[in-house]
Every structure is written in structure tokens, then in C-alpha cells.
């Protein structure tokens, strides 16, 4: 079946060997959902990937970033070569939390993104704007230049998840309103369909920041919202899996 929903974990900098187990209880719970029209996938910490993915079939495990060369004199970063290697199978790119303690551009953000897509891993590119742009009535400014610089059309459509993710929603319980969303979800479709042609019209949008248990259905019904990054709730399975469970019966 054709997937038309995305739903993916970011865990972030969390996660020890005993997390395999979350992991395996997400894959398990998405099978006894029969969420056939849902991609789910998890992103744990680097030295989990392997461990997790040995054990995981049928949901895919991605990681949170890598560099944007093969190999080198680069300490400390990780290839998609490297990931592809060990079965991973997506990568997310400038969530928000890099751009700001790591102070990744969206130049950058793209060549990683290139480079990740040419090694055969789908790449999820956030985009978002911090609350000062948005009080300041910048927020669809910031979100489609970041898309135009982030998401180049050398970009293959079909290896490409879009994060929307208001910085001041992730991890703080705020989440843009259901107007916001839909709003900011339209501008960033058309500026795919500007970019990409008609296979723009297939690129999922994620919606991410503060998605959880009680509110993943009603974002997920907003047009042209097809999945969330999902943060805070994804470390806890049943939450996680509820959030599963709202995709499934969209
Ligand atoms: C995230 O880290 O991408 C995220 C959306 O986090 P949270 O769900 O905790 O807000």
C-alpha cells in the first residue's frame, strides 16, 4: 500500500542499550496497528543504529545528521556511507537544535543533503522559524528561504520528507495553531511545486514541534500535513504508537 502518512522519532541525545527494547515495542505495536499507510521510522543516537536496526524490519531506522563528504579528516562526524552501510535508512538534516549549537547553515544543510540522497538515504530537511521571527511577521520569510536554499532542485523528490517545525514548539509543549499550520504547510507546498514541478505535489510536510498522544489526529487531518517529527513523545512507546495509530485511521 501506497504510504500517505510519515511519522518519524527523533530521540534525540537520549537513549542507552535498554532503548533497543522501545524500539522493538514501536515495531511490534506498528504491526499490530496495521498501519500499512504509514512510514514510520525512528532516529536514535549514532551508537544505537546498528544494535536497533539488527534487530527491526519493518520500520526504518534513520539517524540525525552526517557530513557531507565520503570519508576524511573530519573528527567526530559520521558519513552516509557509513550509515548506509549498516542498513539505515534516512537521515534527518538542520532540525533546529543543529542550527543553533552547531551553527549549520542551510547551504550546508543542502550539500549534506545531496550527499546523503547520492548514498541512497531519504533525507527529512527542517525548516522553522524561532518565535522572535514570527512576532515579527517573518515566519513565512524565514521557512520558504530556508526551504529555497535547503531543498535544492538537484534534490531527488522521492528521497525527500520536508520538517516544518516552529522552533519555539519543540519540546515546550506550545504548538502552532491549526490555522498556523495549514497556513505555513500551503506555502511551503507551493514553493515545492516551484521547485520540483509535479512531483513537489508528493513531497511529504511534516509538522513537528509538541506532537503528542492527545494532539497528533487533529494536526494530522490539517491539509497537506502528511506525517510529524515527533520528539518528546517518541521515547515512550505507547504515546508513540498512539501517535501511529492517529496516521493509520486518517
Ligand atoms: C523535534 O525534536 O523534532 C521535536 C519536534 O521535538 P518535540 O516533539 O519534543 O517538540
Known sequence: MEKSKYIYG??????????????????????????????????????????????INSIVVGAQDCHFT?????????????????????????HSERRTNHFETSDLVAKKAIFAQQSGLKTIVCVGESLQEREAGNAETVVLKQIIESALPELEAAKLIIAYEPVWAIGTGKVASNDDIREMHLSIRNKLIEIFGDSGKDIPIQYGGSVNAKNASEILAIENVNGALVGGASLKAPDFLEIIKAAATL
Open 70 to 94: 565520503e570519508s576524511g579528516a573530519h573528527t567526530g562526524d559520521i558519513s552516509a556511507i557509513m550509515l548506509k552501510e549498516i542498513g539505515v535508512g534516512a537521515v534527518i538534516l538542520g
Open 10 to 55: 527523533n530521540w534525540k541525545m537520549n537513549g542507552l542499550l535498554g532503548h533497543v527494547e522501545l524500539a522493538k515495542a514501536v515495531e511490534a505495536g506498528t504491526i499490530e496497528i496495521g498501519a500499512q499507510n504509514v512510514e514510520v521510522g525512528i532516529c536514535p543516537p549514532f551508537t544505537l543504529l546498528k544494535t536497533i536496526k539488527d534487530g
